[in-house]
């Protein structure tokens, strides 16, 4: 019965995005969408244009996760103490659309390396900040919340990674990253409909 429950408040979650977590769920979406497509594309994209070895692509897969760590483990408080959940997530976009563009547009790498750490401090504020907000603001039960939230980031990890796949395949190796800062742009939208918590 329980489960029957749980299921049903999870269909009423996703039929009602047009509100308040609704659209906190589809940031979230966005965020791990575009992640995930970096994660497939960028071996490919630092293999064609800076002839980087299988060595080459895990030490900057080594700074993104260094400066995710110390971000989460040390900032990400202080930032959000200071300038509040939802501003946080604002902040957050920004410096992903930064840095997705800048990686776009790196002509050398150590542009590249400014954009890795500029992109791992955006999705290092990105996440706790979401998921704060969305536990804060659903008024299902932290199950359902939280599944629901998990799903959300599933369903982005299985298209992600195929649409910048077209994307390289189709029109160019950069592309995928210029699409990911303009759907960061357009996330900017939905986060304006986000109240702030008095």
């Not at 060595?55 to 993104?64: D, E, K, S």
């Not at 900040?129 to 369903?155: C, H, N, P």
């Not at 029109?171 to 960061?184: H, Q, R, T």
Request: some cysteine; hydrophobic content about 55%; glycine content about 8%.
């Amino acid at each position: 019965m329980e489960e029957n429950v749980s299921y049903f408040n999870f269909l009423r979650i996703i039929k009602n995005l047009k509100s308040e977590v609704g659209y906190l769920f589809i940031l979230f979406f966005i965020a791990a969408f575009t992640l995930s497509s970096l994660e497939i594309i960028f071996p490919l994209f630092a293999q064609k244009k800076f002839q980087f070895n299988e060595t080459n692509i895990g030490f900057f897969f080594t700074l993104i996760g260094i400066t995710v760590g110390f971000t989460q483990g040390v900032l990400v408080g202080k930032v959000v103490k200071r300038f509040g959940e939802v501003r946080t997530v604002a902040i957050a976009a920004l410096c992903m659309i930064i840095g997705y563009s800048a990686l776009a547009i790196s002509p050398n790498v150590v542009l590249l390396g400014f954009s890795a750490v500029v992109l791992a401090f955006g999705i290092a504020l990105n996440e706790p900040s979401l998921a704060a907000l969305i536990s804060s603001r659903s008024k299902e039960s932290q199950g359902v919340t939280l599944g629901a939230t998990w799903s959300f980031d599933s369903l982005a990890r299985i298209i992600g990674p195929a649409f910048g796949g077209f994307l390289y395949a189709s029109v160019g190796a950069s592309f995928p990253f210029f699409i990911n800062s303009l759907v960061l742009i357009l996330s900017l939208l939905i986060w304006s409909k986000i109240k702030n918590a008095k």
